[in-house]
């Protein structure tokens, strides 16, 4: 895979703290050649019903054909079904994780994979 589109590296990962190549950022939004601050007002998540098909669309707009959907530390952030049933949709491979796991998957991924995750870095 061509350098430019590979998602950034994850660095550094705590509470309340993602740090990439890219970057630092409380909750991240990880794509194909970039990474920005995931702002939840923007698209109304919350922690329920948690995260919106808005969220996931600006990744596949940024050409992530994976998704990493992180759901926090202690997996306090929901994943909204109608999420969900889009990825299915379209047939986008989608894989919903604890923050730790999520960030690791997303590493490894990122190697062979366009993939996008959205971090939440809290609860």
């Known amino acids: ?16 703290r ?16 970039g990474a920005e601050e995931w702002d939840w007002k923007e698209t109304g998540t919350s922690h329920d019903p948690g995260i ?6 600006r990744l ?3 050409g992530s054909t994976v998704v990493i959907l992180s759901r926090g530390f202690h997996e306090r952030l929901d994943v909204a079904p109608e999420t969900l049933r889009m990825l299915e949709e379209r047939e986008v491979p989608a894989h919903v994780a604890q923050t730790v796991e999520a960030a690791r998957l997303y ?8 993939v996008g995750a959205l971090i939440h870095s809290t609860c």
């Open 107 to 114: 590493d490894e991924l990122r190697e062979t994979e366009k």
């Open 60 to 62: 596949l707009e940024r």
């Open 52 to 57: 919106q098909p808005a969220d996931v669309e």
């Open 1 to 16: 895979m061509d350098r430019t589109t590979h998602s950034p590296r994850i660095t550094r990962l705590s509470w309340g």
């Open 18 to 33: 993602l740090e990439t190549e890219n970057g630092a950022f409380k909750d991240a939004r990880l794509y194909p050649g």
